[in-house]
């Protein structure tokens, strides 16, 4: 099956109109060419010709483009033939059902003139040596269009001049219906749309081909000319051509360039042009919307693949008569983002900002940074780059919403208190928009922390805890206090300083890195109780106290975190209590009670708290369930000191083959998000995250991405990440997140072994016990995620007394960029009393920002309220916010704390006094023995387990 | 508008395809209009390229006597293909005749969804 001819063209055409006289109408074009023949078109659709609108193919201008006249011809018939007996039309991959033709020939009127130039045609198909462009007059026809006509020889004495052009203009005369055409020429694959006179623009329309003031600077680029077309009309022909190209893309996967017809080269006076200028030179033409094809790859393939073309070219146009129906007509830009603001950035800290286009539009649109980013003003080492993801981004096509590009820039924060600015040149390619957008920047230093881990060594943390068999206190400060070294930020000192009756510092402040770490966790490893030993709080403190305050201790925040689980007990010794020190005290003070009140007695550490803008938890009585309160204690009061709010802090249990999703919100206002896993073995969990987009972070990802940073060690493992997240699109920031864990068997398997070999310590069946309980009910964990924000809460407590029947009151203010959360957040506490019993307590928005709740405190022991609260950031994004508070009532609590003045004495009768020192006193006394020898208690054994019970 | 050259070489009425380089729009644009050579593509350079280039490549059919010209004028340029070499090969696949028969025989579509053997069975 070989190329027509030119003869095979004009015979085709009217056989189709003769063999289909209903919905193809022949027109014999008035004129007859400059060697006399005569040419055919059609208007195929169903009926006589109406007012409906008209798409208008036109080929064969050019001589040398053979294969235009047979895509014409077979594009005819398919119409027809498909129409004729209602079927679809199948192009490759591609089919239209028959719906489509149905709609392309009932609703539209195609007019299709497959062969302009037959003398050109014939003398090419004829003749070899022939290669050139021209009718027989020497004219390139598609340059003797009206349409910014320039007067060169090829180009003919006038616009049409020729008597071939005049045809074409004959059919737009003739038939206002035509909205739409498409001039099909060959070759390099391209789908082209209006202008080819200049770039286009869509801001200035007085920059147009008919306005003299211009003349003799259009068709250059980037020269202050640009032609004006109207933006919904861009919009029509982008949206148009990109359909075209993903019709055509589907029949065989080939794609073809797109773009405006100028992309190609500078055209004057050509039919693409001439179809849309007809309107604007008089505007009671219709307006209609001009294209241009360039298929293949070269003019003359060899047939079998000219065959393959115009399957095609026949989908692109199908689809894109389809498409046009719809008349779509919307091109609207925004710049979202007037400046770059890089706020607040701290030293060393990489951000990235994106400059953000929002689109309304019939098509996709294409951004790039042209020029930029620079750098304006700024210290040296300052630097504004571009990123991994590229220069450029496309906004997909969204005529009924909106889509967005983004183009992303980074920053890195040079020295604390410096400035910096600079600009960066985006343009869009379709209406070659350009956009200078300002960048801005300060550096600020992120606060840092000295942080003294003060911990109780007396004789009782040998006691057992009442987590589980055989796990004493100690056990619980070993697997707590190492979390709080992992996740504390490289750059803050930590130091460590244990106590009995004497203060005993362990590891002076020390920066945190790699290698500090692990010296601090040898120090837990190595860390033994003193048995017999006493208590004094008010040592440790004063001692933690020297440290913090010398002179080489810079930080913003100073703090000690006191860990005890007895009360102040100096027996013999001659130490100072809390009360008695606590002038001394500057730092912040944080206290977490290892027991209940009754045991501990905690006023003076809760004052002492109190008065130094800390505040004390107690743990209560700890059995299975509260395996992570310690931990999470600690872990709390770490991220307050180190200027971290905890966004959730969900516990769970997970069983093999178990997947848990735990959302959590990040919203603008946060600078870092940190997602920690806590567990007794988290190397036994997969842990991942997903992104509000969908972008899974996993340990891969985390080691990937700079900013992204995966850490931990044998309690904890967490992803520290820099806000936003950018993996691809528009990255990654407010939205819910998802920490997605799940068992890893094999890693469950090592982790049985290893509790099996720790059976030599513990009873054998515990550990049995221990492996079923994890197989039956699951892994214990709590997922915590905190963030470096804008956005604060801080919860404080205050109490009428330590007695029960005492009213607790519960603040928590929420500030955003210092500035009071008002009139947009809830706060609520999750209540759990001394017997277990849960309860919701609702806070009040007492003034602007600030939120409170009171509660009696009625029973004996520790009550802890989860504070909860829930909000919409300035720009309405959701966040919420977490802390815990305990409060501890007692008989007794509102007795004088022990003081210099009752040392040896004990603090009287009830459940605060000293035992130990009450017993001992009495049974040297007359009367004591004569008690003693009355009740037959035998002085010797007394005497014996004072000893032993009190050291 | 092409002519064939005076020389007496076998090939010298042939059509090569040439690529001509110009270092700027205008330039190429002057060249476009002074000369109604048989130009196919304009070339740019690939604008992502942070060094913005205003060079451009034009893709032209040219005969031998055009070639000189474009070397006169010292634009930098490369020749390929023969084109009309590959054009006589093409010229055997055109149709003899008239299939239609001046429009009493009707052409076939061959893609109709509902048809089997769509292809080639004309
Ligand atoms: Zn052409």
Redesign the interface.
């Known amino acids: ?5 030119v ?2 063209i ?7 109109a ?3 006289p209903g919905t193809c109408e022949l027109i014999t074009l008035p004129n007859l060419t400059v060697d006399g023949r005569t040419t055919n078109a059609m208007r195929i659709a169903l009926g006589a010709e109406d007012d409906r609108p008209a798409v208008f193919f036109v080929g064969g201008q050019h001589p040398a483009e ?1 294969g235009s006249g047979d895509i014409c ?2 594009f005819a ?2 119409l ?3 129409y004729a ?1 209602n ?5 490759g991959s591609q ?4 719906s489509v033709v149905r709609r392309v020939m009932e609703e539209c009127q195609t007019f299709i003139y497959p062969c302009v130039n037959p003398d050109g045609k014939n003398l090419s ?2 003749n ?7 009718n027989s007059n ?1 004219v ?1 026809l598609n340059r003797n269009y009206d349409a910014h006509w ?1 007067d ?3 180009h003919g004495t006038a616009p049409f001049s020729e008597p071939e052009t005049q045809n074409v203009r004959f059919i737009f005369d003739s038939y206002p219906q035509i909205r739409w055409c498409i001039d099909i020429h060959c ?2 694959q391209l789908l082209y749309h209006n202008w080819g006179i200049d770039q286009n623009q869509i801001t200035t329309p007085a920059q147009n081909f008919l306005n003299p003031v211009f003349d003799g600077m259009r ?3 980037d020269d202050g000319y640009s032609e004006y077309i109207r933006p919904e009309d861009l919009g029509t022909q982008c949206g148009l051509v990109e359909r075209m190209q993903s019709s055509l893309n589907a029949v065989r996967g080939i794609t073809y360039s797109t773009g405006q017809s100028f992309d ?3 055209t004057r006076g050509t039919l693409t042009d001439y179809a849309y200028a007809r309107h604007w030179a008089d505007p009671s033409k219709t307006k209609t919307q001009g294209f241009l094809i360039e298929w293949g790859t ?3 393939p ?2 079998a693949e000219m ?1 393959n073309i115009i ?1 095609d070219i ?1 989908s692109a146009l199908l689809g894109f008569t389809d498409h046009a129906l719809d008349e779509c007509g919307i091109l609207d830009i925004e710049l979202e983002t007037m400046s770059l603001e890089f706020a607040s950035v701290p030293e060393g800290q990489t951000t990235y900002r994106a400059v953000t286009f929002r689109t309304t539009a019939c098509c996709s649109l294409d951004f ?1 940074i ?1 020029d930029g980013p620079s750098v304006t003003s700024g210290p040296a080492g300052t630097e504004f780059l571009t990123t991994l993801l590229g ?2 981004d496309t906004a997909p096509a969204a005529p009924d919403s909106f889509s967005h590009a983004h183009l992303w820039i980074s920053y890195t924060g040079t020295a604390a208190g410096d400035t910096a600015e600079g600009t960066v040149t985006v343009r869009c390619h379709q209406t070659n928009q350009e956009w200078d957008v300002d960048i801005t920047a300060d550096v600020i230093e992120r606060p840092s922390a000295a942080v003294m881990m003060v911990l109780d060594q007396s004789g009782s943390m040998r006691l057992d805890s009442g987590i589980g068999p055989g796990i004493s206190r100690e056990d619980v400060l070993k697997f707590s206090a190492p979390p709080v070294v992992e996740v504390i930020e490289d750059g803050n000192l930590l130091g460590i300083l244990q106590f009995d009756h004497d203060p005993h510092p362990i590891m002076g402040l020390t920066e945190m890195d790699v290698t500090s770490r692990g010296v601090a966790n040898d120090h837990f490893e190595d860390y033994a109780h003193n048995p017999g030993a006493r208590t004094s709080i008010g040592e440790a403190v004063v001692a933690a106290q020297d440290l913090l305050s010398d002179d080489s201790v810079t930080q913003d925040v100073k703090a000690m975190i006191v860990l005890t689980d007895g009360r102040e007990e100096h027996g013999s010794f001659d130490r100072r209590f809390i009360s008695e020190v606590g002038g001394s005290i500057n730092s912040n003070v944080f206290a977490i009670g290892l027991g209940t009140p009754d045991n501990l007695q905690p006023a003076a550490l809760e004052a002492l708290c109190a008065g130094n803008m800390g505040y004390m938890m107690m743990t209560g009585p700890l059995d299975a369930d509260a395996s992570f309160r310690l931990t999470k204690y600690y872990q709390q009061i770490l991220a307050g000191v180190t200027n971290n709010d905890i966004i959730v802090d969900p516990d769970g249990r997970i069983k093999p083959g178990q997947r848990h999703e735990i959302p959590f919100r990040i919203s603008e206002t946060d600078i870092t998000g940190d997602v920690l896993l806590l567990s007794p073995a988290p190397g036994v969990f997969k842990f991942s995250l997903i992104t509000p987009s969908g972008e899974i972070i996993d340990p891969g990802v985390a080691a990937a991405s700079p900013a992204i940073d995966l850490g931990g060690g044998e309690q904890v493992r967490f992803y520290r990440m820099q806000l936003p997240v950018v993996l691809g699109g528009a990255g990654d920031h407010e939205g819910v997140w998802r920490a997605v864990l799940e068992i890893d068997r094999k890693q469950l398997e090592k982790y049985f072994v290893t509790l099996k070999q720790r059976a030599d310590s513990v009873d054998f069946k515990d550990v049995e016990r221990i492996i079923k309980e994890i197989v039956t009910h699951g892994m214990r964990y709590s997922v915590m995620s905190r963030t470096w924000s804008n956005l604060n809460m801080s919860a404080s407590k205050s109490q009428t007394s330590f007695e029960p029947g005492a009213m607790m009151t519960l603040r928590a203010k929420l500030t955003e960029y210092s500035v009071p959360v008002e009139d947009r957040a809830n706060v609520v506490a999750e209540m759990t009393a001394p017997d277990g019993a849960l309860s919701v307590l609702q806070f009040y928005e007492t003034h602007p920002g600030i939120f409170e709740a009171e509660t009696d405190l009625m029973h004996t022991g520790v009550t802890s309220f989860r504070i909860m609260a829930k909000g919409k950031t300035l720009r309405g994004t959701p966040f919420t916010r977490e802390q815990t508070l305990t409060g501890s009532v007692w008989h007794g609590g509102d007795r004088p704390p022990p003081s210099g003045s009752n040392t040896g004495t004990g603090t009287g009768t009830g459940s605060g006094l000293d035992l130990c020192c009450l017993i001992n006193c009495f049974s040297q006394t007359d009367s004591g023995q004569r008690f003693l020898k009355k009740h037959e208690i035998d002085i010797c054994e007394l005497q014996k387990c004072l000893k032993e019970c009190c050291g | 508008m092409a002519k064939k050259a005076d020389s007496k070489s076998k090939d010298s009425g042939d059509f090569f395809k040439v690529m001509v380089h110009f270092k700027d729009h205008r330039s190429a644009r002057e060249f476009i209009e002074t000369y109604g050579f048989f130009l196919v593509h304009m070339h740019r350079l690939e604008k992502s390229s942070s060094e913005k280039s205003e060079a451009v490549t034009l893709e032209y059919f040219l005969t031998k006597a055009e070639i000189n010209t474009v070397n006169k004028l010292g634009l930098e340029h490369e020749v390929q293909e023969n084109m009309s070499k590959i054009g006589r090969l093409r010229q055997k696949e055109v149709g003899k005749g008239d299939r239609f028969k001046g429009g009493k025989i009707a052409p076939k579509s061959k893609n109709l969804s509902t048809r089997d053997d769509k292809r080639g069975d004309q």
Do not use: C, K
């Open positions: 099956m070989p190329y027509l001819n003869e095979e004009e015979s085709a055409v009217i056989a189709l003769a063999t289909y053979w011809i077979s018939t398919d027809l033939e498909a007996a079927t679809g039309l199948t192009y089919t239209y059902p028959a198909q004829s070899p040596d022939v290669f050139q462009r021209h020497g390139d320039l060169i020889p090829a070759y390099t068709g250059i680029e190609l080269y500078v070269e003019f003359q060899p047939f065959e399957l026949s790039e042209v220069t450029s």
